[in-house]
């Protein structure tokens, strides 16, 4: 048969099988009846009833982890990079830079770390912590996190959980609240809790992850504060000359508090129990295909996240290896990297890892700025590979299919994968919604599925999850088998779950993962949790999604996030800020609506290389990137690149703001007005732009 022919003729055929399976889209989620408040339910198509444990046997997370290390006992789990030197490096202005040069992964295989786990735990209740009494773990995500986390388990100790960058106000109300005693940190954290130790009522003990530098802090702390203060080496060796006895937990039982990185006011500790979290890494577990000993996992979020935690503690589950980075030194070209280093994805090559949307839109923007940088014949070939891929995805005969698809892979798309080390074969990403832009984008360039989910720390990062083979974009799944999503009304947003052609609601998410409530905050628990009848227990979440006809979820709204202008209209600060921050201009925006104008503006923090190119290009001088975001060339500019993004996403004219302030700087969790997961403060935000907001009124 003539090659040319087959070469047209499968395409085709896959074309047709791809359109007719679309017409028959198979369900993933169907209409379940529940208890509670009236709406629109949903279960996982393969399971009718809520899962609980994927391990026969097993019911709690100490258990689980112990079962790993005796079934995968010589498997590396634990990877931690040495640190060859550090470095300052003098940038133009008179700034300086750290850069670190980092060497090779060096391994601690289950039965170490399973050893490690068992002697920190005797260690502390040697070192006079006691029972029923609370640790906190206030540090960088690393391996001594992870073993801390596993030997308090093992005693039946609750853990703290708090964001390294949390402001003082915060950390002071965290550990006072849970009235911590033992509090474990790195060297950043300790000199933190020494400037707030005048307002820390109950901790007695501070045990300090080993760092280069960190005597000094040490010295200080011993000085200056009446705290036990031990190495968490020492605490190890404790453990070792006189094991205690493990007191396990039981499955009711408070595995974490976990306070929530305050996008609104203080942080709240949610009560996360042993059999929560492991209804949702059950769930996981029916998801995701075939994850075992053979993954390598990267890890860089914050432990002190829900998302990070859980999927750490699914890898371990399944005998694959964690690698630890952190944000600042992921790829070769990351800011904290010394030039020739190999970056985190580079020395560990990783076949999974989880992202939060601002992260991959960072990435889509790297490889893009670097794309349109190089122009010429590569950016060209780089849109022609890009275009024949995503037209293949969306199910056209005329896409890059089969032999097609191998040659862009192998002259375009494998430089852009050996950004994450080339290996990468399923990316998570949660934390909130992630632009159909940038899942397409990732998709494509790094050939491997995006899985999104949808969850919250009240829920244990359970709700739902897209299946690797669902190809769609804009949605996050259908339920996970742990949990049933539920719509309700909300009449007041115009939100009904009788609309056409999709059911719409508040989503209300129950199952055996949704937590206890707030810790001491009883009028707040009442007020988002409810059991029903039938002893489900439902978490109103406060965001509005819709059903699709095949059971999967798309978010659409928050209700927090609507605000009425002057003439009536409604803005959704959200939806407009996800459609905006697609224009390459905007590193981050934050929109404002004040109900008593008839328009919308808003806070742009500038992309710095972007402006600064178009800049150059129009012959504009300015002194510094402070100047040049001051420039009434650089705000038109912008505004109207925001302006064409806002027409393509379909917003409505009085979505689209009529003014903006451009930034000059950066948002980031250590200036306080982002979180550790990078979403926006809005309130701290306002009040720290209040003049130029009110300017733009003016």
């Not at 009028?523 to 095949?550: L, Q």
């Not at 948002?667 to 935000?685: N, Q, Y």
Request: hydrophobic share 40%; proline share 4%; aromatic share 8%.
């Amino acid at each position: 048969m003539n090659p040319y022919f087959v070469g047209f003729l499968v395409p085709v055929a896959v074309s047709l099988l791809l359109h007719k399976r679309r017409k028959a889209e198979r369900k993933r989620g169907v209409q379940v009846e529940v208890g509670g408040e009236p709406g629109y339910a949903v279960r996982n198509y393969r399971f009718e009833q809520p899962v609980e444990t994927h391990w026969e046997g097993v019911s709690t997370l100490a258990e689980l982890f112990e079962r790993s290390c005796k079934e995968y006992v010589y498997m590396p789990l634990l990877g931690t990079r040495k640190l060859i030197s550090r470095e300052t490096e003098s940038a133009p202005g008179g700034r300086s830079f750290e850069k670190l040069h980092l060497g090779e992964y060096e391994w601690k295989c289950y039965a170490e770390a399973f050893k490690s786990v068992c002697n920190f735990s005797s260690g502390l209740i040697r070192l006079g912590h006691q029972k029923n009494e609370r640790v906190a773990i206030f540090a960088e995500t690393r391996a001594e996190w992870q073993v801390a986390l596993q030997a308090c388990f093992r005693q039946n100790i609750t853990v703290v959980t708090i964001y390294a960058s949390l402001g003082e106000e915060a950390l002071c109300h965290s550990l006072n609240e849970t009235e911590v005693t033992t509090v474990i940190c790195g060297q950043k954290e300790l000199k933190k809790l020494i400037d707030i130790s005048g307002q820390l009522d109950t901790v007695t003990r501070v045990v300090y992850i080993n760092e280069e530098g960190i005597s000094d802090e040490v010295s200080l702390a011993r000085n200056s504060t009446s705290w036990i203060i031990e190495s968490f080496d020492e605490v190890g060796r404790l453990g070792t000359e006189a094991p205690v006895e493990a007191n396990m937990p039981l499955p009711s039982d408070v595995a974490v508090i976990m306070y929530t990185s305050g996008s609104t006011g203080l942080p709240k500790g949610v009560m996360m129990t042993h059999c929560n979290v492991l209804a949702t890494l059950s769930a996981v577990m029916t998801i995701v295909p075939v994850l075992g000993s053979k993954d390598i996992y990267l890890a860089y979020l914050p432990l002190a996240h829900i998302l990070e935690l859980a999927a750490e503690a699914l890898m371990a589950a399944v005998g694959a290896s964690i690698g630890y980075g952190s944000p600042l030194t992921l790829t070769d070209t990351s800011s904290k990297i010394k030039k020739g280093t190999l970056g985190d994805a580079s020395a560990l090559k990783p076949t999974l890892m989880t992202a939060v949307p601002a992260i991959l839109d960072r990435v889509r923007d790297g490889v893009r700025k670097k794309v349109d940088g190089t122009g010429g014949a590569a950016k060209k070939l780089f849109d022609i590979g890009y275009n024949r891929r995503l037209a293949a995805i969306n199910g056209s005969w005329l896409g890059a299919w089969g032999l097609e698809k191998l040659l862009w892979d192998t002259l375009v798309f494998g430089k852009v994968r050996a950004i994450l080390g080339g290996k990468i074969r399923f990316v998570l990403s949660g934390g909130a919604p992630l632009s159909g832009d940038t899942q397409r984008f990732i998709n494509i360039c790094l050939g491997a599925p995006i899985g999104q989910g949808y969850g919250l720390t009240e829920t244990c990062a359970g709700g739902t999850f897209s299946e690797y083979d669902d190809t769609s974009v804009g949605r996050v799944g259908a339920p996970l088998p742990c949990s049933y999503i539920k719509l309700i009304d909300w009449p007041e947003g115009g939100y009904l779950t009788t609309d056409s052609p999709m059911p719409r609601g508040e989503i209300v998410i129950g199952g055996p993962n949704v937590t206890k409530g707030y810790f001491k905050n009883e009028a707040k628990t009442n007020e988002v949790y409810k059991d029903d009848e039938k002893g489900m227990r439902w978490f109103y979440s406060g965001d509005i999604g819709r059903f699709h006809p095949d059971g999967c979820l798309e978010i659409i709204d928050r209700k927090k996030d609507i605000v009425k202008l002057q003439h009536g209209e409604y803005v959704s600060l959200g939806k407009v800020e996800a459609a905006l921050i697609v224009s390459p201009y905007v590193e981050n925006i934050m929109v404002h609506a004040d109900p008593f104008h008839n328009y919308c503006v808003a806070l742009v923090v500038a992309a710095h290389n972007e402006l600064e190119n178009w800049a150059s290009q129009q012959g504009i001088k300015y002194s510094d990137f402070s100047d040049l975001c001051q420039k009434q060339e650089a705000v038109k500019e912008v505004l109207g690149s925001i302006a064409k993004a806002g027409k393509q996403a379909r917003l409505e004219k009085f979505e689209i703001p009529a003014k903006i302030k451009l930034i000059p700087e950066p948002w980031t969790p250590e200036s306080g007005l982002v979180t550790a997961a990078l979403k926006l403060k809005r309130e701290v935000i306002r009040k720290t732009y209040e003049n130029d907001l009110a300017q733009l009124y003016a």
